[in-house]
């Protein structure tokens, strides 16, 4: 019988021990307890307290035992001997009943605070009620759960073992908690739009097909809110943001997941520039009030010991134009070559083309490679082609390009921003365009909301899962998500 058999047999036993002496091991709820933040914030010696939490160490030295118990606001130390469970009685079948409690049982503890010798603050537990028997062992206490892959799949347990992972789920609930708490005071609106759509518009992205068996109706899960967020600045809603989870039937990787999370903010008459610098705010103001830095330690740990790699969000943040990049990155008579030419010169350093991309296409992945992969700190991309951005307004000078921008940070798009398009009749041709042959993806009520005038307006998207990595260091999305997609075992 091997080790796991023999630890899960021995849980077992325990539990009918419990049941054997009339305790009902899953059975009894334990109300007006305090968190662990509160215990330590208006901590006081011989304060009696009420605390509950999940068994995470224990050390039994004969006469007393000692331990640590977990909450969802932190960890906290416990002691109990014959005296102190049991009084003068001196019962000593009460304190085997206690050595029978095992790491990862969940436990209601009552008694009163000490602080022990060496400074750290201690229950002296006077009473305890076993709330829930674990029957599964933790992982060890000195290696941790360090797999990724079972980190990912047994994310309950990763976020018993691991601090850091808690600490950045809490972080990203903290985020988003802000985001909402920034939009409102500035006098944003925030509304719901349908996840399930006739037509999966707002971006160019493959969608999720489901069906709709009381309509006999083809859906598909949204992959944008974008074109139900501007019927709503047609209907007079003029500052409004969701908060929402986005589908795209795509690939999995560091950056990638196929149900994600994105917020969308329009505001009528703003424009692109306008919209830079709110989300500049935004991030900055986050960084600071979340994070309390503006530098952010990224990345893995050098092997030589040396520090991470270290984001500045320090403003204002540098703008530069898409063609300017481009050129730094692949040379400066990049946009005077042929196609083939460009083709060539991207095989030259080290860029990848495939057969099938169109020429734009072939420059847009030039400078993925050769300038987003490689910021570090923020910069503003703005006035890209027309071509890439079928929603955005063309710029009135240089009508080859359109009035947008792209926040890059540490080698990633953490947020574009538009000066939004609300020409219904080239909105229609930009459409048609996109869509090609496939006119019955033209969302014709989008375009007939845009016929009644929308007003001139400004529009961001930011990818919440990518700021919460940028924010917290995380290397993967999948560090950021609870329960990223994963490949069945």
């Not at 023999?6 to 007006?32: H, I, M, N, V, Y």
């Not at 035992?65 to 102190?84: C, M, P, V």
């Amino acid at each position: 019988m091997d080790e796991l058999s023999e630890l899960l047999q021995l849980r077992r036993a325990k539990l009918d021990a419990w049941r054997a002496e009339g305790t009902d091991p899953f059975g009894t709820s334990f109300p007006d307890t305090l968190s662990v933040a509160s215990v330590i914030a208006d901590f006081a010696e011989e304060k009696s307290v009420r605390v509950a939490g999940r068994l995470v160490a224990l050390r039994d030295m004969g006469k007393s035992i000692f331990g640590h118990f977990l909450d969802q606001t932190g960890k906290l130390q416990f002691y109990a001997n014959k005296q102190s469970l049991c009084g003068d009685a001196a019962d000593a079948a009460l304190l085997e009943s206690f050595r029978r409690l095992d790491l990862g049982d969940i436990v209601g503890f009552e008694g009163t605070l000490f602080t022990t010798r060496t400074g750290e603050k201690t229950v002296k537990v006077t009473k305890f009620v076993l709330l829930s028997k674990s029957l599964r062992p933790l992982p060890s206490a000195w290696h941790g759960l360090s797999d990724d892959e079972t980190r990912y799949r047994q994310r309950y347990l990763d976020l018993i073992v691991n601090e850091e992972v808690r600490r950045t789920f809490v972080l990203r609930s903290r985020i988003v908690s802000e985001i909402r708490r920034y939009l409102e005071e500035r006098g944003f609106l925030e509304v719901e739009t349908p996840m399930m759509q006739a037509i999966a518009g707002g971006a160019a992205a493959q969608p999720f097909v489901t069906h709709h068996k009381a309509l006999n109706l083809q859906l598909y899960l949204r992959i944008a809110t974008e074109l139900y967020l501007k019927r709503l600045l047609v209907g007079g809603f003029e500052r409004v943001f969701e908060i929402n989870r986005n589908f795209r039937n795509e690939g999995l990787s560091r950056k990638h997941n196929p149900e994600f999370t994105a917020i969308e903010i329009y505001q009528a008459y703003a424009d692109y520039e306008a919209m830079a610098s709110f989300v500049e705010g935004l991030v900055i103001h986050l960084a600071q009030t979340v994070i309390g830095s503006l530098r952010i330690a990224t990345g893995p740990t050098p092997e030589d010991g040396s520090p991470r790699k270290t984001i500045d969000l320090t403003g204002p943040w540098p703008r530069k134009r898409y063609r300017d990049a481009v050129k730094e990155a692949a040379g400066a008579d990049w946009f005077d070559l042929t196609p083939e030419g460009r083709r060539k010169r991207a095989a030259e350093i080290g860029v990848e083309i495939g057969p099938d991309l169109l020429d734009h296409e072939v420059t847009n992945h030039v400078f993925e490679k050769k300038v987003e992969a490689v910021t570090v700190n923020p910069v503003f991309i703005t006035h890209l082609p027309k071509e890439l951005v079928p929603l955005a307004k063309q710029n009135a000078e240089d009508p080859s390009v359109v009035d947008v921008f792209e926040l890059l940070i540490n080698g990633q798009e953490i947020s574009p921003g538009y000066s939004e398009l609300n020409d219904p009749i080239v909105q229609r041709s930009r459409l048609e365009e996109q869509v090609g042959e496939e006119v019955h993806n033209l969302d014709e009520d989008f375009l007939l909301a845009l016929e009644h005038g929308m007003p001139p307006a400004g529009g961001i998207g930011i990818g919440v899962d990518r700021l919460v990595m940028l924010l917290t260091g995380a290397e993967s999305i999948r560090d950021v998500i609870l329960f990223p997609l994963l490949r069945p075992k």
